[in-house]
């Protein structure tokens, strides 16, 4: 099992149920029990005196399924970028040597996407809607221009902090190389950046975001939401965190709780090895140079 | 070497028939010979290994030495014996047939160095398998020296579930098949349990081959002594394997326990405790808390209570958590009254997840409808019981792949 999958976990429930993995693997065919030779005395009829020995092969009992056990036991399993308790969606999974992957994963710094949805109207201590509420506001004056001009206000001063996090000098050759193939982002760890936001829904007072987002946790995209709920003079808490995208792995390779088994798994690695090791490749390919580069420099 | 052992050997029966002849006074002097004999000190420089050298001499004394002080003793029994007998020839022909003997034990005793030659028939007698291990983790390690383990497995119990049970495994190494396992054996067959059964059974319950079957014999004869039918003790022994190994007051205890607390009669007990065994063999305090829960925390009535725990009986045996968040869920979300989860009590038994998911598919098609008096009405059991396919098709009227793309918007 050497590779990385990634699985649909529903909000709330942090279930680790490897357990069908595992029979699943033990129920595969076993090794055949090894032979052992024995010798076996047999008496000759005649005189009943002379003895002769006899090679015969017999299955080890020592291999014996109830002796031995179940041959697979334990499985080594990473996880990949958090997902809290309370958010959902596509959660990276590496199995067996994909554990290995995972910190080439981290460290190929790709951006995910979110969906949040949020309330207006209402403020909370955690900036959830199962928190302590604070303040209620009213959301009237809220329109979806105005909504918009936030986004875009948030958009750029991220774009700022992107350029300066990916430590690059803008009038070089090499940074037009990068971003015209789109790979302008920080290598090493930086505060959580934005690179876009978008208005799928506005419904006062629901409304729902799309945020492409890197080095982020949850909570702060729900702190997010918080800030846009203030910069509009209302209040706004988050009802929902979903992520849609984890790198290359969109919702539509992800498995579902019920799925998890060991054909489907399967299938699944085989489908998305090729599309992982490419996009390692390309990640990590121009960071190579870059270090090279640095080290140059010391 | 070689020659060496040789030579003592001889040396030794030599000493030894001259033991025989010679008066009891000689024998001290030729002990001191031989321990002379024995520890030459150009020997030590002959062997190049002084380490391996030592541990024969002594293995030797031990062996050797033993024997021979044991030759003495006995021969000198003979000849205490002989004196009080008055003819003197019969003593000799005695005491000449004890030595015979005696030479041909202090020859079987010897052991064979490596480098001797031996006949093709002693050497079909030699045995080359590894002793077994002193100690173990595993009982993996006995299976090829015990007899009573290998027809364990044969049986079907699997060792490897076994060896994990604290002193199990210790216990199991020490049993006889013949001795100890059978007479338990025969009782559970005698109770009624298939060949089948039994392997599967000293798999959940290894001690039991510990117990007195007249214990066990008691205990069944007061299951019997409060009506419980024979078909109905090997059910609740196979599904319960520890009930056997509870004493007769505590069983009585239980039933007196679950018919006075639920007040039930005395055929609807039977019937409670034959559905699940466990309550008898299991804690007290997680059921005690469990009435509890259902009488203060989630309001039932006494009656609803009784009938939830009739038709189900492991509602009484759930975690207290996973209870009211069940009920947490079906009552204040779904909005279900304490009369339908009445009606229907395995729904406390479902998973929490899976109603979830399915309640809120149904919302979002506009379905999520649980009242009886209304059209279009879904009933718990369809809820929870039918398999996902199913339930597209017949309740929810979806595609089931509809119903996946729905779960992964959750």
Same mark, same amino acid.
């Given at each position: 099992?050497?590779?990385?999958?990634?699985?649909?976990?529903?909000?709330?429930?942090?279930?680790?149920?490897?357990?069908?993995?595992?029979?699943?693997?033990?129920?595969?065919?076993?090794?055949?029990?090894?032979?052992?030779?024995?010798?076996?005395?047999?008496?000759?009829?005649?005189?009943?005196?002379?003895?002769?020995?006899?090679?015969?092969?017999?299955?080890?009992?020592?291999?014996?399924?109830?002796?031995?056990?179940?041959?697979?036991?334990?499985?080594?399993?990473?996880?990949?970028?958090?997902?809290?308790?309370?958010?959902?969606?596509?959660?990276?999974?590496?199995?067996?040597?994909?554990?290995?992957?995972?910190?080439?994963?981290?460290?190929?710094?790709?951006?995910?996407?979110?969906?949040?949805?949020?309330?207006?109207?209402?403020?909370?201590?955690?900036?959830?809607?199962?928190?302590?509420?604070?303040?209620?506001?009213?959301?009237?004056?809220?329109?979806?221009?105005?909504?918009?001009?936030?986004?875009?206000?948030?958009?750029?001063?991220?774009?700022? *902090?992107? =350029? @300066?996090?990916?430590?690059?000098? $803008? +009038?070089?050759?090499?940074? /037009?190389?990068?971003?015209?193939?789109?790979?302008?982002?920080?290598?090493?760890?930086?505060?959580?950046?934005?690179?876009?936001?978008?208005?799928?829904?506005?419904?006062?007072?629901?409304?729902?975001?799309?945020?492409?987002?890197?080095?982020?946790?949850?909570?702060?995209?729900?702190?997010?939401?918080?800030?846009?709920?203030?910069?509009?003079?209302?209040?706004?808490?988050?009802?929902?965190?979903?992520?849609?995208?984890?790198?290359?792995?969109?919702?539509?390779?992800?498995?579902?709780?019920?799925?998890?088994?060991?054909?489907?798994?399967?299938?699944?690695?085989?489908?998305?090895?090729?599309?992982?090791? *490419?996009? =390692? @490749?390309?990640?990590?390919?121009? $960071? +190579?140079?870059?270090?090279? /580069?640095?080290?140059?420099?010391? | 070497?070689?020659?060496?052992?040789?030579?003592?050997?001889?040396?030794?029966?030599?000493?030894?028939?001259?033991?025989?002849?010679?008066?009891?006074?000689?024998?001290?002097?030729?002990?001191?010979?031989?321990?002379?004999?024995?520890?030459?000190?150009?020997?030590?420089?002959?062997?190049?290994?002084?380490?391996?050298?030592?541990?024969?001499?002594?293995?030797?004394?031990?062996?050797?030495?033993?024997?021979?002080?044991?030759?003495?003793?006995?021969?000198?029994?003979?000849?205490?014996?002989?004196?009080?007998?008055?003819?003197?020839?019969?003593?000799?022909?005695?005491?000449?047939?004890?030595?015979?003997?005696?030479?041909?034990?202090?020859?079987?005793?010897?052991?064979?160095?490596?480098?001797?030659?031996?006949?093709?028939?002693?050497?079909?007698?030699?045995?080359?398998?590894?002793?077994?291990?002193?100690?173990?983790?595993?009982?993996?390690?006995?299976?090829?020296?015990?007899?009573?383990?290998?027809?364990?497995?044969?049986?079907?119990?699997?060792?490897?579930?076994?060896?994990?049970?604290?002193?199990?495994?210790?216990?199991?190494?020490?049993?006889?098949?013949?001795?100890?396992?059978?007479?338990?054996?025969?009782?559970?067959?005698?109770?009624?349990?298939?060949?089948?059964?039994?392997?599967?059974?000293?798999?959940?319950?290894?001690?039991?081959?510990?117990?007195?079957?007249?214990?066990?014999?008691?205990?069944?004869?007061?299951?019997?002594?409060?009506?419980?039918?024979?078909?109905?003790?090997?059910?609740?022994?196979?599904?319960?394997?520890?009930?056997?190994?509870?004493?007769?007051?505590?069983?009585?205890?239980?039933?007196?326990?679950?018919?006075?607390?639920?007040?039930?009669?005395?055929?609807?007990?039977?019937?409670?405790?034959?559905?699940?065994?466990?309550?008898?063999?299991?804690?007290?305090?997680?059921?005690?808390?469990?009435?509890?829960?259902?009488?203060?925390?989630?309001?039932?009535?006494?009656?609803?209570?009784?009938?939830?725990?009739?038709?189900?009986?492991?509602?009484?045996?759930?975690?207290?958590?996973?209870?009211?968040?069940?009920?947490?869920?079906?009552?204040?979300?779904?909005?279900?009254?304490?009369?339908?989860?009445?009606?229907?009590?395995?729904?406390?038994?479902?998973?929490?997840?899976?109603?979830?998911?399915?309640?809120?598919?149904?919302?979002?098609?506009?379905?999520?409808?649980?009242?009886?008096?209304?059209?279009?009405?879904?009933?718990?059991?369809?809820?929870?019981?039918?398999?996902?396919?199913?339930?597209?098709?017949?309740?929810?009227?979806?595609?089931?792949?509809?119903?996946?793309?729905?779960?992964?918007?959750?």
């Amino acid at each position: 099992m050497p590779e990385k999958r990634r699985w649909y976990r529903s909000g709330g429930e942090g279930e680790k149920s490897w357990s069908s993995l595992l029979l699943g693997l033990n129920s595969l065919k076993c090794p055949q029990p090894r032979q052992q030779i024995r010798f076996q005395r047999t008496v000759s009829e005649e005189d009943g005196k002379d003895l002769t020995l006899t090679v015969n092969k017999v299955p080890m009992l020592v291999d014996h399924p109830l002796v031995s056990g179940p041959i697979f036991t334990h499985l080594k399993v990473g996880a990949g970028h958090r997902l809290d308790t309370h958010s959902s969606g596509v959660f990276l999974l590496g199995v067996g040597h994909g554990t290995k992957m995972l910190t080439d994963w981290y460290n190929a710094h790709l951006t995910r996407t979110y969906t949040v949805n949020g309330v207006f109207g209402k403020a909370t201590d955690d900036f959830s809607d199962r928190g302590k509420l604070i303040e209620k506001t009213t959301f009237d004056h809220i329109t979806q221009e105005k909504l918009e001009r936030i986004i875009s206000v948030i958009q750029g001063s991220h774009h700022k *902090a992107l =350029l @300066q996090c990916a430590n690059l000098d $803008l +009038k070089t050759q090499e940074a /037009y190389e990068l971003a015209v193939k789109g790979l302008i982002r920080p290598m090493e760890k930086s505060p959580p950046l934005i690179t876009a936001v978008q208005c799928l829904r506005f419904a006062p007072p629901e409304f729902q975001l799309e945020i492409h987002c890197l080095h982020e946790t949850q909570q702060y995209l729900r702190k997010i939401v918080h800030e846009i709920g203030l910069e509009l003079k209302s209040s706004a808490v988050c009802t929902q965190v979903r992520r849609v995208r984890d790198g290359v792995f969109v919702l539509e390779d992800a498995l579902l709780r019920t799925q998890w088994t060991l054909p489907n798994i399967q299938r699944a690695i085989l489908q998305s090895k090729q599309k992982v090791d *490419a996009e =390692l @490749q390309n990640s990590l390919a121009h $960071l +190579k140079p870059r270090a090279d /580069y640095k080290r140059g420099w010391i | 070497m070689a020659l060496w052992t040789r030579q003592l050997s001889r040396y030794c029966l030599l000493l030894n028939a001259y033991n025989t002849m010679k008066s009891s006074e000689l024998r001290k002097q030729s002990i001191k010979t031989w321990r002379c004999f024995l520890e030459p000190p150009d020997l030590q420089q002959l062997c190049p290994n002084r380490y391996f050298c030592q541990m024969l001499l002594k293995n030797f004394r031990i062996l050797h030495l033993d024997n021979h002080m044991l030759f003495c003793s006995s021969s000198s029994g003979t000849s205490q014996t002989s004196l009080s007998f008055t003819d003197k020839p019969k003593t000799e022909i005695v005491s000449s047939l004890d030595t015979d003997v005696l030479l041909q034990d202090l020859e079987d005793e010897l052991p064979l160095s490596a480098l001797e030659e031996i006949s093709e028939n002693e050497a079909l007698q030699i045995k080359a398998a590894p002793p077994p291990p002193l100690e173990s983790f595993s009982l993996r390690d006995y299976i090829d020296h015990s007899e009573t383990l290998r027809k364990l497995v044969l049986l079907g119990v699997d060792l490897s579930r076994v060896e994990k049970r604290p002193n199990a495994g210790q216990l199991l190494v020490k049993l006889d098949f013949e001795n100890d396992i059978k007479k338990i054996l025969l009782f559970l067959k005698d109770i009624g349990l298939e060949d089948t059964q039994l392997g599967a059974f000293l798999t959940k319950n290894p001690y039991i081959l510990n117990e007195e079957v007249e214990d066990l014999k008691t205990r069944v004869n007061y299951l019997i002594s409060k009506k419980f039918t024979k078909e109905a003790i090997t059910q609740m022994v196979f599904r319960a394997p520890y009930l056997l190994l509870f004493s007769v007051e505590r069983l009585d205890n239980r039933l007196g326990y679950f018919q006075n607390e639920l007040g039930l009669n005395p055929r609807k007990t039977r019937n409670l405790v034959i559905r699940l065994p466990r309550l008898l063999t299991g804690k007290l305090e997680p059921i005690k808390e469990n009435l509890k829960v259902y009488e203060l925390e989630l309001g039932f009535s006494k009656n609803e209570i009784r009938h939830i725990a009739h038709t189900v009986p492991k509602n009484l045996s759930t975690s207290k958590i996973k209870l009211t968040q069940m009920f947490d869920y079906l009552h204040n979300v779904m909005g279900i009254p304490h009369k339908l989860m009445v009606l229907f009590p395995q729904i406390f038994n479902a998973k929490l997840l899976r109603i979830k998911e399915r309640h809120l598919f149904l919302k979002f098609l506009g379905r999520a409808q649980y009242d009886p008096g209304q059209p279009s009405y879904i009933s718990l059991e369809k809820l929870v019981v039918l398999p996902d396919d199913v339930f597209c098709a017949d309740v929810a009227k979806a595609e089931v792949k509809d119903f996946e793309k729905f779960l992964k918007t959750l």
